[in-house]
């Protein structure tokens, strides 16, 4: 069994700051991107950052310059410092780790249960 369990969401003023942590934990082997979507109300679900292990990174264009992710291979975690927090950032974040249940396995997406960001005056 795998877990991916997401934390530090919460509700933060605009312009505030948050960081979410997401870290992978059991049967997971060979990992590889790790990264974060996002899914507002009455919308699709979008990706919003993701890195690979080597640490390259991509940002959706709304959120560069502002979010940054980051990842601790010693500990299969991904981060996601947010910083000058909008309303429109609102949403369900999901984290998701690729990785195999075993070694020689085909790579696939492990997602966490979500947390919930809300940024409001």
């Known amino acids: 069994q795998v877990q991916v369990v997401e934390s530090g969401g919460g509700l933060v003023q605009p312009g505030g700051s948050l960081r979410l942590s997401c870290a992978a934990s059991?049967?997971?082997?060979?990992?590889?991107?790790m990264g974060w979507h996002r899914q507002a109300p009455g919308k699709e679900r979008e990706l919003v950052a993701a890195?690979?292990?080597?640490?390259?990174?991509v940002y959706a264009n709304s959120v560069k310059g502002r979010f940054t992710i980051s990842r601790d291979n010693a500990k299969n975690t991904v981060y996601l410092q947010m910083n000058s927090l909008k309303p429109e950032d609102t949403a369900v974040y999901y984290c998701?780790?690729?990785?195999?249940?075993?070694?020689?396995?085909?790579?696939?997406?492990?997602w966490g249960q979500g947390t919930q960001v809300t940024v409001s005056s």
């Open positions: 059991g049967s997971i082997f060979n990992i590889n991107d």
């Open positions: 890195i690979a292990r080597g640490g390259n990174s």
């Open positions: 998701y780790v690729m990785g195999a249940p075993a070694w020689g396995q085909p790579l696939r997406n492990y």
